[in-house]
């Protein structure tokens, strides 16, 4: 994902690389996951769980198994 985009905005450049032979995968995450990052505060929580879904597909290879990440509302309001 980019920053304040969700997942939806990248499935049809994922689908036309994949298409083309270049396997890619989106991480599974809503644009709203990004709220706690506006106003100058840390990005390093976003980082990580891109982070993981990297390692998660470096040890799979499987690009259709990438875990949803676990966050609700209740770990948004947290976040502030």
Aim: charged share 20%; glycine share 8%; hydrophobic share 45%.
């Amino acid at each position: 994902p980019g920053f304040l985009s969700g997942e939806s905005d990248f499935e049809a450049l994922a689908s036309a690389l994949t298409a083309q032979g270049v396997p890619t995968a989106v991480l599974p995450m809503p644009v709203w996951h990004w709220l706690p990052c506006l106003g100058g505060r840390s990005m390093r929580p976003m980082l990580d769980r891109i982070d993981n879904a990297v390692q998660h597909l470096a040890a799979s290879g499987d690009v259709d198994s990438i875990p949803r990440v676990g966050y609700n509302v209740v770990d948004l309001y947290r976040d502030f």
